[in-house]
């Protein structure tokens, strides 16, 4: 499942190139700026759920509000591929 692919990514030597499956929006509310300090601007008012695959397993991340404009642009876009350069794990529950 996803720490399948998790340690796979982590274990390749060149980024991995992986399909996204879907995208969601969502609207951050003031108690997420406030918990992370990030400015609101247009560019983050939103955050977004991309659902990736490698063809085996899936794995849904949160996309960096700092490339929002990527998705408002189209250039991040269902059924299109990427390269995954970097990451970063969190855990918020």
Same mark, same amino acid.
Do not use: Q, Y
């Given at each position: 499942g996803v720490d399948t692919l998790r340690d796979a990514l982590a274990e390749r030597? +060149?980024?991995p190139n992986l399909q996204v499956i879907s995208l969601h929006? /969502?609207?951050l509310d003031p108690t997420w700026h406030a918990e992370t300090g990030v400015q609101v601007t247009s560019a983050c008012g939103?955050? /977004?759920d991309v659902v990736l695959s490698d063809?085996?397993?899936i794995l849904k991340v949160v996309l960096s509000t700092a490339l929002?404009?990527?998705v408002y642009s189209g250039r991040l +876009?269902?059924?299109g591929v990427v390269t995954v350069r970097g990451?970063?794990?969190r855990a918020d529950e």
């Open positions: 030597s +060149e980024p929006r /969502f609207m939103d955050a /977004f063809g085996a397993h929002n404009e990527l +876009e269902p059924r990451w970063e794990a």
